[in-house]
Nanobody, 123 residues
Framework: QVQLRESGGGLVQAGNSAKLSCVIS????????LAWFRQAPGKDRDFVAA????????VYADSVKGRFTISLDNSRKTVYLEMGDLKPEDTAKYFC?????????????????WGQGTQVTVL
């Protein structure tokens, strides 16, 4: 089992960039698919991006494709989400997630471990 801790949220002006980090702790973490989801008030938790533990495969939601980049630093056991050209509709709480043998990374229920989330507000 792994544990996840996000950081890097805050207030950002529209059009600017921000970078979120998710530190992974625990054993056998490199068997996981890691992902970012986001949830705005009163809405569902939506898929943003995912990456396999080896960093060789990534997938993005259409709404962020070309603006956001997910990456993995194995030495730091950290997954990042670099967010560019931020828009007010990107405002949400962003969650890091981890799952084993994830066949469909866009599905929330493919992940069994979640962080506490970090708020991103785009003004």
């Amino acid at each position: 089992q792994v544990q996840l801790r996000e950081s890097g949220g805050g207030l950002v002006q529209a059009g600017n960039s921000a970078k979120l980090s998710c530190v992974i702790s625990g054993r056998a973490w490199n068997a996981y698919t890691l992902a970012w989801f986001r949830q705005a008030p009163g809405k569902d938790r939506d898929f943003v991006a995912a990456i396999k533990w080896d960093g060789g495969s990534t997938v993005y939601a259409d709404s962020v494709k070309g603006r956001f980049t997910i990456s993995l630093d194995n030495s730091r056991k950290t997954v990042y989400l670099e967010m560019g050209d931020l828009k007010p509709e990107d405002t949400a709480k962003y969650f890091c997630a981890a799952g084993v043998e994830v066949a469909r990374p866009q599905l929330r229920y493919a992940y069994d471990t979640w962080g506490q989330g970090t708020q991103v507000t785009v003004l």
